[in-house]
């Protein structure tokens, strides 16, 4: 069946760099991307979005990119933080009448090395 | 506001205990979903209300599991009886509007360990 996947399940970044989290979908008919970031013993805690009619959207040290062509979504974050450290999750909605349904991909473990 | 509210926190049990995990949701909001998140399957959607009313269960792996929402605030799943594959952490979330792709709120999520 369509998923969403990450490309890599770990990430190591240092205090003060850049970081990017790469997402691939396989569902052609999503319109509507998010990406949640989980701190350990949490709940996902929602981050920013992006619809389909975007390429870009930008948020506080936050930016989302959607390549629809290649079917890729990324996260970037900039001067990341020690606060940073956590498991981020790409999310689809898989369009038409599965909207209601949100598809995780399987994660991300980002750790900031001080 | 509080946000999202689940109990308990951790539950551990013997294999073939009754289980009963609960939430309540923001106030205001009119959707409520359930999440099981394993490290082998990660997010899954196990089923979602509408003003108290269940409109898709298809995620619900079997007839062990059973999901009520008596009212506007108060949601339990139950799994009866629970076996060892059912371990894994129980994510119940909220929404304002879901049609308009509005914001999931989740929960802290309960720690079930099934022995």
């Known amino acids: 069946g369509e998923n969403v996947g990450l490309h890599l399940p770990t990430l190591s970044v240092q205090e003060g760099d850049n970081s990017i989290i790469n997402c691939a979908y396989s569902n052609s008919a999503s319109d509507y991307f998010i990406w949640y970031k989980q701190e350990s013993g949490k709940g996902p805690q929602f981050i920013i979005d992006?619809?389909?009619?975007?390429d870009k959207r930008q948020g506080q040290r936050v930016t989302v990119l959607l390549n629809k062509t290649v079917k890729h979504l990324s996260l970037q974050i900039a001067a990341t933080q020690p606060g940073d450290s956590a498991v981020y999750f790409c999310a689809e909605n898989g369009g038409g009448s599965n909207d209601y349904k949100l598809s995780f991909g399987a994660g991300t473990t980002v750790t900031v090395r001080a | 506001d509080a946000g999202v509210i689940q109990s308990p926190r951790h539950e551990v049990t013997e294999m073939g205990q009754e289980v009963t995990l609960r939430c309540k949701p923001i106030?205001?909001?009119?959707?409520l979903f359930w999440y099981r998140q394993t490290m082998m399957r990660g997010l899954e959607l196990l089923i979602y209300?509408?003003?108290?009313?269940?409109?898709?269960d298809s995620g619900m792996p079997e007839d062990r599991f059973s999901a009520k929402m008596p009212n506007a605030s108060f949601s339990t799943l139950k799994i009866q009886p629970s076996e060892p594959r059912d371990s894994a952490v129980y994510f119940c979330a909220s929404s304002l509007s879901y049609s308009n792709n509005e914001k999931l709120f989740f929960g802290s999520g309960t720690q079930l360990s099934v022995l």
């Open positions: 992006i619809r389909s009619n975007m």
């Open positions: 106030s205001g909001h009119d959707y």
């Open positions: 209300f509408n003003n108290n009313v269940p409109i898709d």
